[in-house]
């Protein structure tokens, strides 16, 4: 059975600084690119970062210089520094993994974390 659990959410005023932490079971971790994803009512969920297994990184261009995404494959988990946060970076966020194969695409979400950037 696959988890991915996070945590790290709460409120912080505009220019602070929140960690997420996600960690991840029933899945070989190592192999998996892991990712965080945010969404807020109404909108469509969109990508924050990725880290692949290989530790290459993307980032959308609104958290870029502001956000780092980092893996310990040996604790099985992802995290998500956030610093310089803004009240536009309010949201659920979610955890991703996902390994594609040949036959198949395996992808497990979290449950969400709440992140509220407000003063």
């Known amino acids: 059975q696959v988890q991915l659990v996070e945590s790290g959410g709460g409120s912080v005023q505009p220019g602070g600084s929140l960690r997420l932490s996600c960690a991840a079971s029933g899945i070989i971790f190592s192999i998996n690119t892991m990712g965080w994803y945010r969404q807020t009512p109404g909108k469509q969920r969109e990508l924050v970062a990725t880290i692949t297994s290989g530790s290459t990184t993307t980032y959308a261009d609104s958290v870029k210089g502001r956000f780092t995404i980092s893996r310990d494959n040996a604790k099985k988990t992802v995290y998500l520094q956030m610093s310089s946060l803004n009240p536009e970076d309010t949201a659920v966020y979610y955890c991703?993994?996902?390994?594609?194969?040949?036959?198949?695409?395996?992808?497990?979400w979290g449950q969400g974390t709440q992140v509220t950037v407000s003063s």
């Open positions: 991703n993994a996902n390994h594609q194969t040949p036959w198949r695409l395996y992808n497990y």
